[in-house]
């Protein structure tokens, strides 16, 4: 995509390596340029008053010092747009309490109309994922908008005073559950991101290997792909994992034996399902590993509770558990 020769999308991959980051940069720079141009033409529409031209001057001139700021690497993205947004914030709410003063029908349309930009501003800052930036905000709006009703004494701004609350404390709300979404999402990312790190360290792979591994199953098949890993991993590591595989295949065909001997109306595949069921593995688990779908897993072990003579409340895995055990002590 470009702009005018520009190359918008280099420009913003220069700028920020995520794409939340570069959102955050796309509404950094488009709400600066919109506030800019606002207050600019705020001089000519709205009501002439020192506060507001104070108020407007200096908005103005520290969202240009915020953009001038991240330009020059001084702030990083996240927190140049959430001061740009609390700023703007309390613009709005300083023209609204100055329209409240003033206790006209326009000036209460006015601090209508503010209200509705702060709405938008906070629409904003939910979709750039500011961690409790929405929360501020409308705490801001609403302790503004009950300021100017106790000012003013509007009977428009009570007939909205309900819809504003709902919609903000609903912001709020929404908010403080997605960020603690947000900080489990990262705990887990950052516990994936040390198993894979310990993976990398244990194997002496690392991630050029995997995906040349991956490429390699694709082409020659997974026998290929897997002699492949055993060949570039450190050579201890790899008489390790020879070893504690031979194991688990050794305890693997010892219990599929003992599960034919106790349950010989089985068939191959059920004995199979019913080994995995004992290892607690899900359905699409089983499927996958099969290579069957889960209609056909499903079918296999109705069949199986049939066979065994299962009661409704009866869990498979505790029944198999049972008898096997019994059957192992009985032949001992």
């Given at each position: 995509?470009?702009?005018?020769?520009?190359?918008?999308?280099?420009?913003?991959?220069?700028?920020?390596?995520?794409?939340?980051?570069?959102?955050?940069?796309?509404?950094?720079?488009?709400?600066?340029?919109?506030?800019?141009?606002l207050?600019?033409?705020?001089?000519?529409?709205q009501?002439?008053?020192?506060?507001?031209?104070?108020?407007?001057?200096?908005?103005?001139?520290?969202?240009?010092?915020?953009?001038?700021?991240?330009?020059?690497?001084?702030?990083n993205?996240?927190?140049?747009?959430?001061?740009?947004f609390?700023?703007?914030?309390?613009?709005?709410?300083?023209?609204?309490?100055?329209?409240?003063?003033?206790?006209?029908?326009?000036?209460?349309?006015?601090?209508?109309?503010?209200?509705?930009l702060s709405?938008?501003?906070?629409?904003v800052?939910?979709?750039?994922f500011?961690?409790?930036?929405?929360?501020?905000i409308?705490?801001?709006s609403i302790?503004?908008?009950?300021?100017c009703?106790?000012?003013g004494?509007s009977?428009?701004?009570?007939?909205?005073?309900?819809?504003?609350?709902?919609v903000?404390?609903?912001v709020?709300?929404?908010?403080?559950?997605?960020?603690?979404?947000?900080?489990?999402?990262e705990?887990?990312?950052?516990?994936?991101?040390?198993?894979?790190?310990?993976?990398?360290?244990d194997?002496?792979?690392n991630?050029?290997?995997?995906?040349?591994?991956?490429?390699?199953?694709?082409?020659?098949?997974?026998?290929?792909?897997?002699?492949?890993?055993?060949s570039?991993?450190?050579?201890?590591?790899?008489?390790?994992l020879?070893?504690?595989l031979?194991?688990i295949?050794?305890?693997?065909?010892?219990?599929?034996?003992?599960?034919s001997?106790?349950?010989?109306?089985?068939?191959?595949?059920?004995?199979?399902i019913?080994?995995?069921?004992?290892?607690?593995?899900?359905?699409?688990?089983?499927?996958?590993?099969?290579?069957?779908?889960?209609?056909?897993?499903?079918?296999?072990?109705?069949?199986?509770?049939?066979?065994?003579?299962?009661?409704?409340?009866e869990?498979?895995?505790?029944?198999?558990?049972?008898?096997?055990?019994?059957?192992?002590?009985?032949?001992?």
């Open positions: 995509m470009s702009l005018s020769g520009i190359n918008v999308s280099a420009f913003l991959s220069s700028k920020e390596h995520t794409i939340i980051g570069r959102q955050r940069l796309v509404f950094f720079i488009a709400i600066g340029v919109l506030s800019i141009i207050t600019i033409s705020s001089f000519f529409l009501p002439k008053n020192p506060t507001l031209t104070v108020v407007d001057i200096t908005t103005m001139a520290v969202t240009l010092l915020l953009e001038l700021l991240y330009f020059t690497h001084k702030i993205i996240r927190l140049g747009t959430t001061l740009l609390i700023l703007l914030q309390l613009e709005l709410s300083a023209q609204k309490i100055t329209f409240a003063t003033i206790n006209t029908p326009e000036s209460n349309a006015l601090i209508l109309q503010a209200s509705f709405l938008m501003l906070i629409t800052s939910l979709l750039c500011l961690k409790y930036s929405p929360t501020i409308s705490s801001i302790f503004t908008y009950l300021l009703l106790t000012i004494r009977s428009i701004l009570e007939t909205f005073l309900p819809v504003y609350l709902v903000l404390f609903g709020i709300i929404y908010d403080v559950y997605s960020v603690h979404a947000a900080f489990n999402l705990a887990d990312n950052l516990n994936l991101r040390h198993e894979i790190s310990a993976f990398y360290h194997t002496g792979l991630s050029e290997s995997i995906r040349a591994i991956t490429q390699l199953c694709r082409e020659k098949g997974k026998a290929e792909g897997m002699r492949e890993i055993l570039r991993m450190d050579p201890s590591v790899k008489a390790r020879v070893s504690g031979a194991a295949r050794q305890e693997d065909e010892s219990s599929r034996k003992n599960i001997a106790a349950f010989p109306m089985l068939t191959p595949m059920q004995v199979t019913c080994q995995m069921v004992l290892q607690d593995m899900k359905l699409t688990e089983i499927c996958h590993i099969t290579g069957k779908s889960e209609g056909n897993i499903t079918s296999q072990r109705s069949r199986i509770r049939a066979i065994l003579e299962l009661k409704s409340d869990v498979l895995k505790d029944v198999l558990q049972e008898r096997l055990k019994a059957y192992i002590e009985a032949s001992k």
